[in-house]
């Protein structure tokens, strides 16, 4: 059986994997979803990474799984932790030395976004409601609504601290209907960085909360 420590992305919330880590306990495995200190002005990258670290220690057999901006986390902390598997969802996959800040212009997600909104006829303005809310059940999205930490600006400036992709396994993927990071943008991104095709998921950015079963059959299934 093995080990799954959940990253959450930009406000560190773990309760955003709850119902994953659930239903990976339900089939016989142990799952961790880490709290990180987003609001806290001090605590930056090399907090979390030994936050991420700290919740796997002694445990064999690690898939270590980062939604969205948990992807700097993750690969922060793969070098300690050495995880058997990576798997990053709807994620910012950084490039060795990059800042979150630096992510969106040298990807241009902001561009595809709005490109994106064209096409899908929702608007172009970023908003909760739009980008984030509008496939989670009803009582799920009022959870998030009144709830959660901003991100300090920390983590953002912060360079993800590694040199070259972690030698180990890793699965990209990537909700179909994500409206923040548009589904062909993160094929474009998964290619351009890592040679990788995303694995299709159903739902949008906030897919574990909004089609966990499908997130979770996606980290137990075995590389293809």
């Known amino acids: 059986m093995s080990m799954f420590v959940l990253v959450p992305g930009a ?7 709850h119902r994953v880590a659930a239903n990976l306990e339900q089939a016989g495995h142990s799952a961790m979803a880490v709290e990180l200190p987003a609001a ?23 898939v270590l799984a980062a939604q969205s901006m948990g992807a700097f986390t993750a690969l922060a902390a793969c070098s300690t932790l050495a995880p058997c598997r990576l798997a990053l969802l709807n994620a910012m996959v950084p490039a060795p030395g990059e800042t979150a800040n630096a992510w ?13 909104a064209r096409a899908g006829g929702y608007s172009e303005e970023f908003d909760l409601e739009t980008y984030f809310l509008h496939d989670l059940p009803p009582d799920v999205a009022e959870v ?10 920390i983590a ?11 030698d180990v396994p890793t699965t990209v ?7 923040f990071f548009p589904f062909d943008f993160q094929q474009r991104v ?16 906030l897919n574990a909360l909004s089609e966990p079963g499908a997130v979770t ?4 299934a075995p590389e293809p």
């Open 217 to 220: 059959a996606a980290l137990l």
């Open 11 to 17: 406000g560190g919330a773990g309760w955003y994997w």
């Open 40 to 62: 806290d002005p001090a605590a930056g990258l090399p907090e979390y990474a030994e936050i991420v670290v700290r919740a796997a220690t002694g445990c064999d057999d690690v």
């Open 156 to 166: 953002f400036e912060q360079p993800c601290p590694f040199t070259s992709w972690p």
């Open 190 to 205: 998964a290619r351009e960085r890592l040679g990788l095709q995303v694995r299709e998921l159903p739902g949008g950015h």
């Open 104 to 116: 969106w212009e040298n990807t241009g997600s902001q561009p595809a976004r709005v490109a994106a």
């Open 144 to 153: 998030v609504r009144s709830g959660g930490s901003d991100e300090a600006e």
């Open 173 to 179: 993927l990537a909700g179909r209907d994500d409206r």
